[in-house]
């Protein structure tokens, strides 16, 4: 799905730099065509127009340290979150977490 995004990134931004700006019509066409809402393109162009990659690579992973909490939260996601972040372990937002 990251092509059909990519696409109409390109193509929007090609409007973009033939006219200056994006009509409201054209954002809504690209949207239906390539299966993402008018305000995530609107998000992916502003990366493009400012030299910015549209996709990063994710940072968190899972260590022994986060299965030990998870087990001694005995599986509640939310408990194991909070105690990591009691003990200043960096831990993304909770609905990332889980």
């Known amino acids: 799905m990251r092509t059909a995004a990519e696409r109409a990134v390109d ?3 090609a409007h973009h ?3 200056g700006e ?3 019509e054209i954002f809504g066409a690209q949207a239906s065509a390539s299966g993402y809402s008018v305000r995530q393109l609107k998000r992916l162009v ?3 127009l400012a ?3 549209l996709w990063t690579e994710p940072t968190f ?3 022994e340290q986060i299965i030990t909490a998870v087990f001694l939260a005995c599986g509640c996601l939310a408990q194991a979150h909070r105690l990591l972040q009691r003990h200043g372990v960096k831990v993304p937002p909770e609905t ?3």
């Open 22 to 24: 994006i009509p409201a």
């Open 51 to 53: 030299d910015k990659p």
């Open 17 to 19: 730099s033939t006219a």
């Open 61 to 63: 992973t899972v260590t």
């Open 11 to 13: 193509t929007l931004a």
């Open 96 to 98: 990332t977490f889980k």
């Open 46 to 48: 502003e990366l493009r």
